[in-house]
């Protein structure tokens, strides 16, 4: 007996998630930081009659800082800052990233720090200094002061200071102009003898007298010259190159403070916490008034949205609370002896405990800060090394960017190499947003040659 071959029709269930509009609006209201979800609520409070507030509205939340005084530095280097004629011819050098349109400093610098420091007590140490910078790149806080806020050694500091100041632009963290002016040599290759001396004696140089400086740095008129060249190529205030918005006071979404008996006292700001309740008797007088279906239907799905968005919110101040509580029982070492006993910590540790998904966490930390008795952290400096994404706000860890590095460039076409720059443009259309100088080094350290080498190895293996 032959077999009957045709059509057929077979039914298979396959598990799988749909995201609601209802899900979806409580993963972005999850997401969003505490003047993103103010305003939000503000907007919502406008357009929904159902919806009132619980108590009278806080303060506001956006009280702008003053940029620090540089006026010390100034006086320090006989006003030679001031004064630099330095024109910028080599802003296209090679390393030299040229920075993202509205992309600020520190949001440039911060997500360098995420990928470049592996070590989570060198972030949080790069976080407060960071948080120091002047509209210039200069580091403005005291690291005395600093190391006993934090717990750490000021050696530790110390030894962190050049390696921040190498990342993108050069020179950013500096505590003087020579140690900005030096770091960008440094990055050149350039920082020879004769230029350290140069660099230690800008004061003669700021007052003009030539001669004196030609006699401190050991050089002829012709050679000061060229170093004076090569000096006034550089960028005194390396972060004036960024937008230059006003800063604003971190609030803090969380407070922590010591318990009398010990312990911490972990609960959430209540400036940035909406209070928000349904409008019952509002809504029993629309329904009652209501004329035709259009009108009950609108007030049907006004309700839905108020409680979506009352529900939501309860479920954001939990969730956050949650996760703090648990990062600060995990980091309790940092809190009472500082940062030597951070403990390194990842996504999944936390989510496991807390029984939350590692996006959800991602969530929940992202532009989320704590005011602590050693400063105001934002949540995610607590886990180990990832970028933001700008996809989902998700974290991509270190490890996949370099895995995507390789993958791109052993699908590219051997006759046209991708550049790290290009490389950058790519990732970024993917949604990460990196430093042409992170894509440097992750490439670097996966062993793999530079766009011209490949491209001379390809040509020859042909």
């Known amino acids: 007996m ?3 071959i045709g059509p057929r029709l077979n039914l298979r269930q396959t598990p799988s998630l749909a995201l609601t509009p209802e899900l979806r609006q409580a993963i972005r209201i999850l997401q969003m930081p505490a003047t993103e979800l103010i305003q939000h609520v503000e907007q919502e409070l406008e357009l929904n009659p159902l919806l009132e507030r619980a108590d009278p509205p806080a303060g506001s939340l956006e009280a702008p800082s003053a940029p620090a005084d540089r006026s010390a530095q100034q006086s320090e280097d006989g006003g030679f800052a001031e ?3 330095g024109t910028g011819e080599d802003d296209d050098a090679p390393g030299r990233d040229i920075p993202s349109r509205g992309l600020s400093l520190r949001e440039h610098l911060a997500s360098q720090i995420a990928t470049d420091l592996l070590d989570p007590r060198d972030r949080v140490i790069a976080l407060a200094l960071l948080e120091s910078l002047d509209e210039a790149g200069y580091v403005t806080a005291d690291i005395n002061d600093l190391a006993e806020r934090l717990g750490a050694p000021v050696g530790r500091i110390e030894r962190l200071l050049p390696r921040l100041q190498q990342l993108d632009p050069p020179g950013v963290f500096a505590r003087s102009l020579a140690e900005c002016l030096g770091a960008q040599l440094t990055d050149r290759g350039l920082l020879d003898e004769s230029m350290q001396r140069l660099l230690a004696h800008l004061d003669l140089l700021a007052g003009s007298d030539f001669e004196r400086l030609a ?3 050991g050089v002829e008129g012709p050679a000061l010259k060229r170093l004076l060249s090569t000096l006034r190529r550089l960028d005194p205030k390396p972060g004036l190159a960024f937008d230059q918005a006003t800063p604003e006071t971190v609030v803090p979404d969380v407070l922590m403070q010591p318990r009398p008996g010990g312990g911490w006292a972990i609960e959430l700001n209540p400036e940035t916490l909406p209070k928000l309740i349904v409008n019952r008797r509002y809504h029993a007088e629309l329904v009652r008034t209501a ?3 259009e009108a009950l ?10 409680k979506w968005l009352v529900r939501a919110l309860d479920q954001r101040a939990r969730t956050i609370l949650k996760v703090a509580s648990e990062i600060v029982r995990r980091q309790d070492g940092f809190f009472v002896h500082g940062v030597e006993r951070l403990k390194p910590l990842v996504l999944r540790d936390v989510a496991a405990t807390v029984k939350l998904h590692e996006s959800t966490v991602s969530r929940a930390t992202s532009n989320k800060f704590m005011a602590t008795p050693r400063g105001t952290f934002e949540l995610r400096y607590f886990f180990a090394t990832a970028l933001p ?3 989902d706000g998700d974290a991509i860890a270190a490890e996949a960017v370099k895995r995507r590095i390789r993958e791109l460039i052993d699908h590219e076409d051997p006759k046209a190499t991708l550049s790290d ?6 990732l970024r259309e993917g949604g990460v947003e990196i430093a042409r100088r992170t894509v440097a080094k992750y ?5 793999i040659p530079s766009s011209v080498e490949r491209r001379r190895r390809k040509a020859f293996e042909r």
């Open 2 to 4: 032959g077999t009957s």
């Open 83 to 85: 004064r630099w004629s």
């Open 215 to 217: 006699d401190r740095v």
């Open 291 to 293: 004329r035709g279906t």
């Open 297 to 306: 239907s609108y007030v049907s799905e006004r309700l839905a949205s108020a």
């Open 389 to 391: 994404s700008g996809a």
């Open 421 to 426: 720059d290009r490389l950058v443009e790519m």
């Open 443 to 447: 490439r670097e350290s996966l062993r």
